[in-house]
């Protein structure tokens, strides 16, 4: 069995704070940049289509689509990770492809192409992660 304490920790920058902000209040975001749109994931500092550095923290609907997968079969760490578990990348219906888990189905259900929503789940004060539930 996985311990939630156990899990790596994820690195809030200033500039991904605007990101884990929204996850500790329900909002999937993402970093739009404010001179061509380009929504972008994961966050940056310049906009990789126009290099601009203006850009904002969109709200995103938090659904999308199973794009590719991987079932991991033996955890690196079995304290942090209970195998078997889906590693993915998730297409979100406003287009920007996200790194997550799918959770709450059985590995070999998954497939490309399934609906998936985000489901926010609490690791402590400052971080809430966002894996993927079936839709």
Not at 26 to 55: F, I, K, M, N, Y
Not at 74 to 98: C, H, I, Q, S, T
């Amino acid at each position: 069995m996985a311990d939630a304490a156990s899990r790596p920790r994820p690195a809030v920058t200033p500039l991904t704070e605007p990101f884990w902000a929204g996850t500790r209040s329900g909002e999937l975001r993402v970093q739009r940049c404010l001179d061509c749109g380009r929504l972008r994931w994961t966050p940056l500092a310049a906009c990789p289509e126009c290099w601009s550095e203006r850009t904002r923290w969109d709200v995103m609907s938090g659904r999308g689509t199973v794009h590719t997968y991987t079932v991991v079969q033996r955890a690196m760490d079995p304290r942090a990770f209970a195998a078997p578990y889906v590693l993915a990348v998730v297409e979100l219906d406003e287009g920007p492809r996200m790194l997550t888990n799918v959770v709450d189905v059985d590995p070999a259900a998954v497939e490309i192409g399934m609906r998936v929503v985000v489901r926010f789940e609490r690791v402590d004060d400052e971080i809430t992660v966002y894996p993927f539930t079936p839709a």
